[in-house]
């Protein structure tokens, strides 16, 4: 990712002045000024919306949104694919509706829950999904003809993953410190290829049951509990 950057900022010195656009935080200062047709914004702030208008090509958002409570003012960005609003305060996501081709969400450390989650209505567009540190308590919002391939739960409320049954291309999912203790949905999902139970409550005998039905599952720290119990060390 440094390299990534160091390569973004090189460019964006060495760009014509007339192709660079400034991007303000809410404050009215300066931030930055890149390239129009970028790709990836990475920013240390919350952008001014109306600022990010110029970027049509625009894929991946990034910026630490500790302080953005709304999404209302946020521009069609036609190509946005991956957004992430990790510290956000919003309380509706159906601004999102505007991103097309959005398969990535990124909502870590918001203050977000299910209430909040039923204002958006196109989960099933999304193939990346992360709650780490949220207030969600259910995957209701997971339908027929989810496509989620990766599923990040840490440290949520999330006990039932029912809804998951629905979810047959998922490939990573995280349940670190979760109140899981059922596997058994995710039995039918063949593609599952890592899962982390740490700190979670998920039994050995449940890690046992899915290692049997998905023997090429790998799952940490799980795999150690496995281990231990066939040695008699439990």
């Known amino acids: 990712m440094k390299k990534v950057f160091s390569l973004l900022l090189f460019f964006t010195l060495c760009a014509p002045t007339e192709y660079l656009v400034q991007i303000r935080n809410p404050s009215g200062h300066i931030i930055g000024e890149y390239y129009k047709d970028t790709r990836w914004l990475g920013l240390k702030e919350t952008p001014n919306w109306k600022d990010l208008s110029s970027f049509s090509r625009l894929e991946v958002l990034e910026f630490n949104a500790g302080d953005l409570n709304s999404l209302q003012d946020i521009p069609e960005l036609p190509r946005l694919r991956y957004i992430q609003l990790d510290s956000a305060e919003i309380k509706d996501l159906s601004p999102l509706r505007r991103f097309p081709k959005l398969d990535s969400l990124i909502l870590n450390r918001t203050e977000t829950n299910d209430k909040i989650m039923l204002t958006y209505p196109n989960w099933n567009q999304l193939t990346r999904l992360e709650l780490a ?3 969600v308590s259910n995957l209701n919002f997971l339908g ?27 490939t990573e999912l995280y349940l670190r410190g979760t109140k899981v203790k059922d596997l058994s949905p995710l039995y039918g999902i063949t593609g599952l290829i890592h899962l982390q139970t740490a700190g979670s409550e998920v039994s050995n005998e449940e890690i046992r049951k899915i290692r049997t039905v998905l023997p090429y599952l790998k799952i940490m720290p799980g795999l150690r509990k496995i281990l231990d119990s066939e040695t008699g060390a439990d």
């Open 144 to 170: 027929p003809g989810c496509s989620l391939r990766h599923l990040h739960l840490k440290d949520t409320k999330v006990s039932d993953l029912g809804p998951l049954a629905n979810c047959t291309k998922l």
């Open 133 to 135: 540190y949220t207030n």
